[in-house]
């Protein structure tokens, strides 16, 4: 199912066992020379090696039950369970177990009007949540999907559409027990999300009408009426074997071992055994939907846990101990070696710019009270002239990612190139600053310029700011070399690293969400739906708003209207596109916030395992495991 929601996710950045001879056959080694001679022997030649490919995680599992909570090295695992149902890449939904990815345009999409009255539950244009409907609130009427036509409810009946949406399975699906996988099996799943005693955010099954097996194959989604879902297409719940837990109240499930650590999937591969503390094997599942393609090419998979990081878990890939290391076992802070490494053959390196987008936030509406001194756009796009993106990202990340042409991730379909701020220029952003008032009084690049007829600043005050990051190295070294850009340009900026989950802290206390802040350096996901509300006005944090998401104050009615319009998503044909674009443009030009670079997603493996494909999207960089297929040779 589709991942929503507006708050980041921080994500940690990043001769084979496969081919070993297994400890119980004894190998022979030849013999010194006799004194007499003696006959022949005839060795017997052993049985092959079982194919086995070993992946190593960060830590153990704590579940592998999906509603469970499961945790980062556990979300890696699980496509060796689950295959999908539907995977995103490249910012796009694609079907895995499904027949195709319902659409608008095939009929497996489509508006239905429904007729609602006061104290109907419908879905709220202008708060983008699922409300009562009262008098006085926005709704969208039948056939309306533009905010041009938003109305206001004045009682009696009025007429919304309903989204409604159709996933059809692949025929003859089975579970690794041999049972049949049927639509029904998904509404199961269904149904243990929505339940109170499962903990899990409920925002997809709060904004859901209906969910239904209509026969064996086939779901049908409704939505609430007046949701019209952007990302309508990932609304299909993954299956879980209700013949096997259906019997077991929804508390009890994240506890029973059915369900956490012996449970049944579709995927390539079945648990075999699991070991606490230590590894967990998986055979080939007798009943996966890909066998007759020969998948998975493994016959074993064997998951070893370990308790080093960086150039330990490395070693283990040069040694042979591990075939394919979890994403967040080797960071950037080996990125010399991992380049290294992987230039000299000795280990493969899939790279791909990921979904967390490091952007460079100005405090437009200070809530204290500091002078507005960034209110100005002229002055945060001189400054984000004087910064050297492609500088940093060579810098910090070795070039693994492009300069943000948008504030949407290069590579989303709706991104467009030449939208991602000013370009460097820093002898022009330091000349704009002058322009503006900051005087450059002694020439000296030490010491910062100060205010001259800049309007809301005393003459005199110095051009400087504080600059917040999360504590990481990293992230400390990239603020380091913002700063230092700025003070080429006569900004004199304080670099402070703090704790990530205080940077999150919501109004009023967190500094960033409270607006009290300067500058603040941090990264937010962004998904297949475009997050514009992080810079909509609605979600400006105040006492009124103490959850909102948009920190830097920023307000723009053409903005507003855009981003209203780009939440109604493809049912609003070509206004969704412009509207998409409209925003970027805005942005680009405004400068509320300057992308920096995408964090890199990679992914670790022997030189003799084959078929490894990053993607930013994608849950685990692990979601093609049936394809990793024995080398060395690799198209």
């Not at 159709?166 to 149904?191: I, K, M, Y």
């Not at 910062?448 to 070294?477: C, H, Y």
């Not at 300057?594 to 084959?610: E, T």
């Amino acid at each position: 199912m589709g991942a929503r929601g507006w708050k980041p996710i921080i994500v940690c950045l990043l001769a084979a066992a496969a081919c070993s001879a297994p400890s119980s056959i004894e190998i022979p080694f030849a013999q010194g020379a006799a004194d007499t001679p003696t006959p022949p022997v005839v060795v017997p030649t052993p049985p092959p090696a079982p194919s086995v490919l070993v992946v190593c995680l960060a830590e153990e599992p704590d579940t592998l039950y999906i509603y469970g909570g499961p945790n980062h090295s556990a979300q890696t695992i699980l496509p060796a369970l689950y295959d999908g149902p539907i995977d995103v890449l490249g910012y796009q939904f694609r079907p895995v177990i499904l027949e195709e990815l319902p659409s608008l345009e095939a009929g497996t999409a489509r508006l239905e009007p429904v007729t609602l009255s006061s104290g109907d539950l419908y879905f709220n244009p202008e708060s983008s949540l699922p409300e009562t409907l009262r008098i006085g609130k926005l709704y969208l009427p039948e056939g309306c999907t533009s905010f041009d036509c938003v109305r206001n409810f004045e009682g009696g009946q009025v007429q919304l559409d309903r989204l409604v949406v159709d996933f059809r399975l692949l025929p003859g699906l089975q579970w690794s027990d041999g049972e049949p996988l049927t639509a029904q099996d998904s509404v199961f799943s269904f149904q243990l999300d929505s339940h109170p005693d499962t903990p899990t955010l409920k925002d997809q099954v709060h904004r859901t009408a209906t969910y239904e097996a209509l026969d064996e194959q086939t779901v049908r989604w409704s939505g609430i009426p007046g949701f019209l879902d952007p990302e309508f297409a990932g609304n299909f719940w993954s299956p879980l074997p209700e013949h096997l837990l259906g019997d077991i109240a929804p508390g009890d499930l994240p506890q029973r071992e059915e369900a956490s650590r012996a449970p049944v999937g579709w995927g390539p591969y079945a648990l075999e055994r699991w070991e606490s503390g230590q590894s967990m094997e998986f055979v080939r599942n007798p009943n996966y939907y890909r066998r007759t393609q020969g998948l998975p090419a493994f016959e074993h998979l064997l998951v070893r846990f370990l308790g080093e990081r960086d150039a330990g878990a490395l070693q283990q890939v040069l040694t042979g101990e591990c075939d394919v290391l979890e994403e967040s076992l080797v960071g950037l802070g080996v990125l010399d070696r991992l380049q290294l490494f992987s230039g000299q053959g000795r280990i493969r390196l899939s790279s791909v710019p990921g979904v967390l987008m490091e952007r460079l936030d100005f405090d437009t509406a200070p809530a204290d009270d500091r002078a507005a001194v960034l209110a100005d756009p002229a002055t945060r796009r001189a400054l984000a002239a004087c910064i050297d993106r492609q500088g940093l990202i060579d810098q910090v990340l070795g070039g693994l990612s492009p300069v943000p042409g948008s504030y949407l991730p290069t590579g989303h379909p709706l991104a467009v190139t030449g939208t991602g701020g000013p370009p460097h220029a820093a002898a022009a952003g330091a000349q704009e600053l002058e322009s503006l008032g900051w005087i450059d009084q002694d020439g000296e690049a030490s010491t910062p310029r100060v205010a001259q007829g800049v309007s809301g600043v005393g003459d005199g005050a110095p051009l400087e700011f504080s600059l917040l990051t999360p504590e990481d190295s990293i992230q400390a070294a990239l603020g380091a070399a913002i700063a230092e850009d700025l003070a080429g340009c006569g900004a004199a900026i304080s670099v402070e690293s703090v704790p990530p989950e205080d940077l999150f802290t919501p109004w009023p206390e967190g500094s960033v969400f409270g607006r009290s802040f300067d500058l603040v350096a941090w990264p937010w996901l962004q998904w297949v739906a475009p997050a514009c509300e992080v810079f909509s006005s609605p979600e400006i944090p105040s006492a009124e708003n103490p959850e909102g998401s948009n920190a830097s104050g920023f307000s723009d009615v053409a903005f507003d209207e855009a981003c209203g319009q780009a939440g109604l998503g493809p049912m609003a044909g070509s206004a969704y596109t412009s509207s998409v674009a409209e925003m970027q443009s805005i942005l680009s030009e405004a400068v509320p916030s300057l992308p920096l670079l995408q964090w890199p997603r990679m992914l670790i493996a022997s030189p003799l395992v084959c078929g490894q494909r990053a993607d930013p999207t994608a849950g685990s960089l692990l979601w093609n495991l049936e394809e990793f297929t024995p080398g060395p040779a690799c198209e």
